[in-house]
């Protein structure tokens, strides 16, 4: 028996979580709502990479939870462990056993240091820098502004991560500061990529070599960091050939920003609510779970193919609350999210090109008449000012606002490469 019980429970009170409760309360005053969520604070993650930049600061990307949560909604401070579907409860880190009849699971993504060996140790100093968590995105506005020559490196893991352009949008920021300064001749910068291009649609991985190009970055692709020493800023790359063979190689530098490998939450990967992969398994254009009818995810835990982004939330939380409604109504589910997502990917300190696509690799812009693929100064505004008050004043606030984005508005573009 569960000591408690809500009408809908919600895992993880960050950017998916907080909109679903906000936008279901503005529909229904009535039901009973309560979001299980450990921490005091709630971060703007999409900031990191302009504080990162030194271009932002903390304080803009910082709320409390506390601030967040409606006083209509219940928060149970507390982290889940375990998950009993079939007795349609949880349990929680206190021991306390939760109960719902519809349960809405969007505890994000873990970000896996330990993987890379001797990252711990040194990550937040000697030149190992990290926009990936809020304790060490200063030190690399720290390492940029510090820095007058050499080598500087910029990792990227294997997919999926959170946000996959930020591993090479730090990257053009700290360019431009250099150029800005006159000193990017003095400096090596290689991007060092466990993948096989510079980004999964073709369309936007050819406009992003002209950026790397512009910059005389050097590209390494197939480079998949495994080990780092901080006292002697030696970076470890396991190196994949076309064949698949595999290589190890050393490489010194100045300074590296590490974008960590990750993966669904440990809690999640061992639960009942698990795919192979270990993220939540549901469906993906419903977003209901595929086993448990009266369970929904959403958000970076998920197994829908799409990119990981808050902007990805956005397009999601509409299609989970109708969905809830309907379930409610015994309505049969709306099939609503094309999987959509979006990477504003900052190529210099004021432009910024603005990738947004669904499933496929599809390019669906939300902007008809405009070019994609262009570096523009109304994007970087979008960035600093548009995007975090997007954030904060209408999705957190639970404002339905649907921006259409379409194919039609790229094919030009796309049918002129
Ligand atoms: C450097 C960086 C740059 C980014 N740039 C962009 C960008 O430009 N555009 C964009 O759209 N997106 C960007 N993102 C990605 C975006 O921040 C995420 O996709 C988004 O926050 C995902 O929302 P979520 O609710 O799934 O997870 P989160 O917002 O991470 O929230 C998960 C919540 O679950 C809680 N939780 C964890 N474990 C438990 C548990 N056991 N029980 C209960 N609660 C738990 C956590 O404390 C957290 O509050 C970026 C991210 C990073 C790190």
Redesign the pocket.
């Known amino acids: 028996m569960s000591n408690k019980h809500h009408t809908l429970l919600i895992?993880?009170?960050?950017?998916?979580?907080i909109s679903v409760a906000t936008t279901l309360r503005r529909q229904n005053a009535q039901i009973d709502i309560a979001i299980?969520?450990?921490?005091e604070k709630?971060y703007y993650?999409?900031g990191?990479?302009i504080i990162g930049g030194g271009a932002y600061t903390m304080a803009k990307t910082l709320k409390k939870e506390a601030d967040l949560i409606p006083d209509s909604v219940v928060w149970l401070k507390d982290?889940?462990e375990t998950f009993q579907p079939e007795n349609n409860t949880v349990t929680l880190r206190s021991g306390e056993v939760v109960g719902y009849d519809y349960l809405v699971v969007?505890?994000?993504l873990q970000l896996d240091w330990q993987k890379i060996a001797g990252l711990t140790d040194t990550l937040g100093k000697n030149g190992v820098c990290s926009?990936?968590s809020p304790d060490t995105v200063e030190y690399t506005w720290e390492c940029i502004k510090n820095l007058k020559s050499g080598t500087a490196l910029f990792t990227q893991p294997p997919m999926p991560i959170?946000?996959a352009g930020?591993p090479q949008k730090i990257m053009y920021l700290a360019a431009d500061r250099f150029r800005k300064k006159g000193i990017l001749d003095k400096f090596n910068i290689e991007f060092c990529n466990a993948g096989p291009g510079m980004f999964g649609i073709p369309f936007f991985a050819k406009a992003l070599s002209k950026v790397v190009a512009d910059y005389g970055i050097k590209t390494q692709f197939l480079h998949n960091i495994v080990a780092i020493d901080g006292t002697t800023k030696t970076a470890t790359f396991e190196v994949s050939d076309s064949e698949g063979n595999k290589q190890r190689i050393e490489k010194t530098f100045d300074m590296i920003h590490v974008t960590p490998p990750q993966s669904a939450?440990d809690?999640i990967k061992q639960s009942p609510l698990a795919n192979a992969g270990g993220w939540v398994d549901v469906n993906e254009r419903t977003l209901q779970h595929n086993r448990y009818q009266n369970i929904f995810g959403l958000?970076?835990?998920t197994s829908t193919p799409n990119a990981?982004?808050?902007?990805?939330?956005r397009k999601q939380v509409p299609v989970v609350v109708d969905n809830i409604v309907n379930l409610i109504n015994n309505i049969s589910m709306r099939e609503g999210y094309d999987g959509y997502g979006?990477?504003?990917l900052t190529t210099s300190l004021s432009t910024v090109m603005l990738a947004e696509f669904s499933y496929g690799g599809k390019v669906t812009p939300s902007f008809p008449f405009l070019d994609p693929r262009k570096n523009r100064w109304i994007w970087w505004l979008g960035k600093i000012m548009g995007f975090p008050w997007m954030y904060w004043s209408l999705m957190l606030k639970g404002y339905r606002f649907d921006i259409p984005h379409l194919e039609s508005y790229a094919k030009r573009f796309v049918d002129k490469e």
Do not use: R, W
């Open positions: 895992v993880g009170g960050g950017a998916a979580g299980i969520e450990p921490s709630h993650q999409p990191f990479t982290a889940v969007c505890p994000g926009n990936y959170k946000c930020a939450p809690f958000g970076d835990a990981k982004t808050a902007a990805a939330v979006s990477c504003p």
